[in-house]
């Protein structure tokens, strides 16, 4: 099921749709996570930059674990996010919004999307893991309902990283 918003002056037919990835998108996803986070590079470990931009092949792997979303700007990706249950947890990983779609409300809409995902399966916690560095995704994060937690884990292969959490019924909604 796909979601069509518009969205002025943000494509050549204004339109925003995320979607459920399929395995074709791989690569594409791929891309959207490097180019996403290449600006960081020097911010994460060797290994840890690459667990965060997995190649395509790993992709695809992953989307056998869980759902995977993507954003289409004027039909273009441009940001993406997968999910992956750990109990009664819905964990977040792999969100990435390529820099030029940036401040358009397309990480919100991705965060929504989740959130509509893991509603009706009874998820009773939403997970993800950030760096410290990542302070533009923190803000939207905490906006969304999303706080710091003690949990684990606090290190990606020599990177730092923090966990946040959002309990389904705690919180509503954030809204732009």
Do not use: N
């Not at 911010?43 to 979303?69: D, H, L, Q």
């Not at 939207?140 to 990606?156: A, I, K, Q, T, V």
């Amino acid at each position: 099921m796909a979601a069509r918003i518009s969205i002025p002056g943000s494509g050549s037919d204004g339109s925003l749709q995320i979607r459920m990835a399929t395995p074709e998108d791989a690569e594409l996803i791929a891309s959207v996570l490097r180019e996403s986070f290449i600006e960081y590079r020097d911010s994460y470990t060797t290994e840890a930059f690459a667990a965060t931009t997995p190649a395509s092949e790993e992709v695809r792997g992953r989307m056998k674990e869980g759902p995977a979303w993507v954003a289409l700007l004027g039909g273009s990706v441009v940001g993406t996010a997968a999910a992956v249950g750990r109990g009664e947890d819905l964990y977040i990983r792999g969100m990435a919004v390529l820099p030029a779609g940036r401040g358009r409300g397309i990480g919100e809409l991705l965060l929504r999307q989740i959130e509509d995902y893991a509603s009706p399966r009874g998820c009773g916690r939403l997970i993800l893991s950030t760096t410290p560095f990542l302070h533009r995704a923190i803000r939207l994060y905490e906006r969304f309902g999303f706080r710091r937690s003690e949990e684990g884990p606090h290190d990606l292969l020599g990177t730092p990283l923090f966990t946040m959490v959002k309990d389904s019924g705690r919180a509503e909604r954030a809204r732009p």
